[in-house]
Structure formats: structure tokens, C-alpha cells
């Protein structure tokens, strides 16, 4: 029988006519065991669509998570490939559970500015209260990430716009840190708190102060009523 190391192998090389023939031979679509990295997540992380596509026929565990807590689900959304994540939806993939980062699949997209994505999940029953390790939701790292179409959108599907992680860090002060104008526009008009001091002191403000476009930054939270 056909080992896994072949398999994947195989899928290194997008081989996809023996990859099929390895499958019709015996080896195992699901890898070697429990906790192990498997091909469909090797192929999914790679964008190798023709692959996934072999890998579902064959009957591959969309769910299977490695010692990493990932799925092939995670691994596609992390490396931005769209069409192999809407077709890993369209066989059975699950969004909820988290990785060892404590990360799920909607704060993957979020943070990947994958807004197509994001609305899916969410229609999927997506928690857009979930936070990381390090207290961080999908808004948060939406903003972090400048994604302003995804923060606006997480907003208007009821994203707490004033959570904060383990540092005491809310999105506007993300935001204002960034000198992302738009964001912490957004972010005022649906009644952002400029005044929450994070850990080590700073505010919305002070954190505009030093930003690369800190007089525009400054200006806007000094606007909403922002003071020293």
C-alpha cells in the first residue's frame, strides 16, 4: 500500500495523475494519523484546487485538526485562497473551534481582509465576539490590519466596538496608532470610547500623537471630544 509520504509527495509536486493513482492504490486520504499535518491540509494551504478537489472525491475529513489545532479549512483562509475555502464550506467544513493561537476561521478572514468570506461565515453562524490568546476579536484584527471594508461590515453585523485584549488595547486605539483616518472615523460614528486607558498608559489620542499621520489623527479624536 501506497504510504503518505508518497501522497504528499505527490501533492508537492501538483501531480494530481498520481496523486489519483496512489488514492486508487490504497493510501490513505486522511495521512498517517491523528494530530498529523494531512495532505487535503497540505493541498489546501498550497492552493492546489485541482488537488483538493481529487482529495474530497476520495472522501478526505474536511475536520481532521493537526497537533496545530488547524484544519483545512484554517490553512486555506490563512493562505488567502478563496475558491478553496468556499469549496471546503461546500463540503462540510466546520467554522467553529479554534487553533493553538486560540484564532478562529472568521478572525482568520477578518485579519486577511477577506470580506466575501467574512459575510459567509457569519451567515454561517460565525461567534463574532470570539477572541484569540491574547483577547484580540475579529474587529480588532480587522482594524490592525487596516481592512476597512471588513471592520465596517463586522460593525454592522453587531461587533463590539469597544472590547479590548489582554492589554488593554480597543480598536480605536488600534486605529489611531495606525493614523487610519477612515477606520477611526468609522469606528467614532458608531460610538467608539476614546477615553480607555491600555496598560502601559496610552489612550486613542496619545497613540495618534504618535502615529505617521498623527496631526490628521489627532485633529479627528480631539473633533469627537478627546482631551489630554
Not at 495618534?208 to 489627532?218: D, L, P, V
Amino acid at each position: 500500500m501506497p504510504s503518505t509520504t508518497e501522497l504528499i509527495a505527490a501533492t508537492i509536486k501538483q501531480d494530481t495523475q498520481r496523486v489519483s493513482d496512489l488514492l486508487n492504490q490504497g493510501a490513505n486520504v486522511n495521512g498517517d494519523g491523528e494530530g498529523t499535518t494531512t495532505p487535503l491540509m497540505m493541498s489546501a494551504a498550497e492552493g492546489y484546487i485541482d488537488i483538493v478537489n481529487i482529495f474530497l472525491e476520495h472522501n478526505a475529513d474536511v475536520n481532521i485538526r493537526n497537533e496545530s489545532g488547524y484544519t483545512a479549512l484554517m490553512y486555506g483562509v490563512e493562505s488567502k485562497y478563496v475558491d478553496i475555502v468556499n469549496i471546503l464550506l461546500d463540503n462540510g467544513a466546520v467554522i467553529e473551534g479554534k487553533n493553538d493561537y486560540g484564532e478562529t476561521v472568521l478572525m482568520s478572514a477578518a485579519r486577511n481582509g477577506h470580506l466575501d468570506l467574512v459575510n459567509r461565515l457569519i451567515a454561517h453562524g460565525a461567534d463574532i465576539s470570539a477572541t484569540n490568546n491574547i483577547g484580540d476579536t475579529s474587529l480588532y484584527l480587522a482594524v490592525e490590519n487596516g481592512h476597512t471594508q471588513v471592520v465596517q461590515e463586522l460593525i454592522h453585523r453587531n461587533a463590539d466596538v469597544n472590547t479590548h485584549n489582554i492589554g488593554g488595547w480597543t480598536p480605536l486605539m488600534m486605529a489611531s496608532a495606525r493614523g487610519d483616518i477612515e477606520t477611526m472615523t468609522i469606528l467614532l460614528e458608531n460610538n467608539a470610547d476614546f477615553s480607555p486607558t491600555h496598560n502601559w498608559g496610552g489612550t486613542a489620542l496619545s497613540e495618534a500623537k504618535s502615529s505617521f499621520n498623527s496631526t490628521q489623527a489627532e485633529e479627528l479624536l480631539r473633533r469627537a471630544g478627546a482631551q489630554e
